[in-house]
């Protein structure tokens, strides 16, 4: 991956329109539709306050939610949350490419900013497309007839090649934002500074830890040091060397579909040899009470939710042990930090992380809020990614179209 691309450092952008995509797709209250306020909210008002600062006339573009979907919501509301973080007013205004939307982008004076409407309320938004298909629609031919500049801020959503994070680029001279800027620095700085890697894989999307894994052993480069297993990954292997469970936690596995994954979690142990570690002991949920098991003894009483002490012991020392030129790459929490009794193993590994020497990223969508329940903070660590689907995307070896496009100014 070249850094080649030009940043908010490479133009002037006083008096210019500019328009921005950021991603601000946030959770959502399933009751209220409230939005909870957020890391990439607040990661993004940055750009904009430095754009309006510098006397831009800025457009905002973002999605909240997939058409159809319960979180699909109209983004008055994160223009609520953006004007307090900016610390200016956000004006927004429910239209994207008719005359309302027209008439507020004309209207703009330097340093002002506009919010428009959920990109994805437009069919045509989310084909995947070439910028020169996606220029040809309404969203791309309309807006750019109004703006200078185009910045590309998110990367969380570079994975996609929708209207709105491409097609700009067909039109418009195109630059990274900050938060851009940031995620490909971390990225190359782990990927092609760093000559050997420690992956810690927990959580509960164990095809993405596995995906990532195989691709970063077939590119044989930055070696893998060590894969420190946990979460549903760490129960997959030791499924995989003929270990029992427990009922209660292979009906889980069964019903995800987990099981199917046992072929490709077998072939991974036989190439990571002794490069991999499993849990030697789990905790499980035993009539509401943290019950610890040694592997010798499973199968466990009740679901495996954490992986135990002795396991986090391990692990732990082999992070501590890491030296400034590693890099650790963690995909996950250990166990079900949701919950008190089962916080212990992520809170013991991610401590370890804030103290290591080496490079580490964490990432995922709602990696920041297991950072805060274990008392850490985003800045104890070397760099929290705010992409979820978008850097397992990355780190899987997939092009990313969204940063595709930046290489082309
Ligand atoms: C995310 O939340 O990961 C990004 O906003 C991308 O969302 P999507 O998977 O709906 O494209």
Request: proline residues 4%; charged residues 30%; glycine residues 8%.
């Amino acid at each position: 991956m070249s850094l080649s691309f030009r940043t908010l450092d490479d133009v002037d952008v006083s008096g210019k329109t500019v328009i921005v995509r950021v991603d601000l797709n946030s959770p959502v209250d399933p009751e209220t539709k409230k939005i909870q306020d957020n890391e990439r909210i607040q990661a993004h008002a940055k750009t904009l306050r430095e754009l309006s600062d510098r006397g831009a006339k800025v457009v905002v573009l973002a999605h909240q939610g997939r058409k159809g979907g319960a979180d699909f919501l109209p983004l008055k509301q994160h223009a609520e949350l953006l004007s307090r973080h900016v610390g200016k007013p956000v004006k927004y205004v429910p239209d994207l490419v008719g005359e309302e939307a027209e008439r507020a982008i004309k209207g703009l004076k330097s340093g002002e900013i506009l919010l428009l409407e959920n990109v994805r309320t437009l069919d045509e938004e989310t084909k995947e497309a070439s910028p020169e298909e996606h220029a040809k629609g309404a969203l791309v031919s309309k807006l750019s007839k109004l703006a200078d500049l185009f910045v590309l801020d998110a990367f969380s959503v570079a994975h996609r090649s929708h209207a709105s994070i491409v097609g700009f680029a067909a039109a418009l001279p195109v630059v990274a934002g900050r938060v851009m800027e940031r995620e490909l620095r971390a990225l190359s700085e782990l990927l092609e500074k760093r000559e050997r890697i420690i992956l810690f894989m927990g959580g509960n999307k164990p095809e993405d830890c596995i995906k990532v894994a195989e691709t970063i052993l077939a590119r044989g480069r930055p070696e893998i040091k060590t894969l420190l297993s946990a979460g549903i990954l760490g129960q997959l292997f030791l499924l995989a060397e003929g270990r029992d469970l427990g009922e209660p936690s292979m009906e889980y596995i069964r019903k995800k579909g987990f099981d199917k994954l046992l072929d490709r979690v077998k072939d991974l142990a036989e190439k990571l040899g002794e490069k991999l570690q499993k849990p030697v002991d789990v905790a499980c949920d035993a009539d509401g009470k943290r019950l610890e098991v040694s592997v010798s003894n499973l199968p466990a009483p009740g679901p495996i939710m954490d992986i135990g002490g002795e396991t986090a012991k391990t692990y732990t020392r082999i992070i501590r042990s890491a030296s400034e030129d590693d890099a650790i790459i963690v995909k996950g929490p250990a166990g079900a930090y949701e919950h008190e009794r089962f916080r212990r193993g992520t809170a013991e590994i991610y401590r370890a992380l804030a103290e290591s020497k080496a490079f580490t990223l964490i990432g995922g969508g709602d990696s920041s809020t297991a950072i805060r329940l274990v008392g850490l903070r985003v800045e104890d660590f070397s760099y929290v990614s705010l992409a979820g689907g978008a850097l397992i995307h990355f780190l899987s070896g997939k092009k990313m179209p969204g940063v595709e496009i930046l290489k082309r100014s």
